[in-house]
């Protein structure tokens, strides 16, 4: 499915309540990601990537401010497939199969075609558990499942983290080809030359808050914003 309305956060804030107190994770923040491009969030651990991306995907609630696609509606998560930066948070089934094959009416075939697309071997794969996978092999399976999915955007959460460099090869043209499709996809990583390879617009977040925003190449030239930044 591919959409014509950007997803746009509007002044959110967002705090975990944790048994030492309130932490703010995302704070006054306001962003617009477009269809047909890749978004890239980027920033120093603990900068907020991870809870805004969860946020953009309905999977949280902001505390205040609204995130909505431009045509005034709430994102939901069957809107937003979410790659988690720790891919086993998706799996609940026994085998591989039936991970691709929860969402809907999934065919053997079309399982199969979306492990093939992420680079994997599905006689290899579908009768695996997802918890006896190799971390790249869990996060191209993740991948997969997602990929089944009819959702207008995607957010990668650190999707190249434990890949080799052929599986991240397929993972960049993964991400490419959703955005060629017309669908929103942001992408959350720590790792700028990946980011620049594939992404059109960039967001740099420190404690929260974007600091920085602009074109990926860009940013890759300037060593005076990433090293202010931690990136
Ligand atoms: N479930 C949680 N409970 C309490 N605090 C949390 C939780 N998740 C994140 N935080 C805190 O919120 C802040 C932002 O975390 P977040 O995971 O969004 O950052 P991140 O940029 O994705 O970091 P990383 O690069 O390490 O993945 C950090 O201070 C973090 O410790
Ligand atoms: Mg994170």
Redesign the pocket.
């Known amino acids: 499915m591919k959409t014509d309305s950007a997803l746009c956060a509007q002044e959110i804030a967002y705090s975990?309540?944790?048994r030492r107190g309130k932490?703010k994770?995302?704070d006054s923040l306001s962003c617009t990601l477009l269809p047909g491009r890749v978004t890239a969030i980027l920033?120093?651990?603990?900068?907020?990537?991870?809870?805004?991306?969860?946020l953009l995907a309905g999977l949280l609630k902001p505390d205040s401010g609204v995130i909505s696609f431009q045509n005034d509606r709430e994102p939901t998560p069957e809107d937003v497939a979410y790659l988690f930066?720790f891919p086993e948070q998706l799996f609940s089934e026994e085998t591989v199969e039936k991970e691709l094959r929860r969402n809907g009416n999934v065919t053997v075939e079309e399982a199969s075609r979306a492990l093939e697309n992420v680079g994997l071997h599905p006689t290899d794969l579908l009768g695996c558990g997802p918890f006896e996978l190799s971390g790249g092999q869990a996060r191209l399976v993740a991948t997969a499942v997602q990929l089944t999915r009819s959702s207008c955007a995607v957010i990668f959460?650190?999707p190249t983290a434990g890949l080799d460099w052929k599986m991240r090869a397929n993972m960049r043209r993964v991400i490419r080809e959703r955005a060629n499709e017309g669908k929103i996809v942001g992408l959350?990583t720590?790792h700028l030359p990946f980011a620049a390879s594939v992404s059109d617009d960039a967001l740099v977040?420190s404690e929260?808050c974007i600091k920085w925003e602009g074109n990926p190449e860009q940013l890759m030239n300037d060593s005076e914003v990433r090293h202010r930044l931690g990136i």
């Open positions: 975990y309540h944790t932490c994770a995302v920033g120093a651990s603990g900068s907020g990537k991870s809870t805004l991306g969860l930066q959460d650190e959350i720590h977040l929260g």
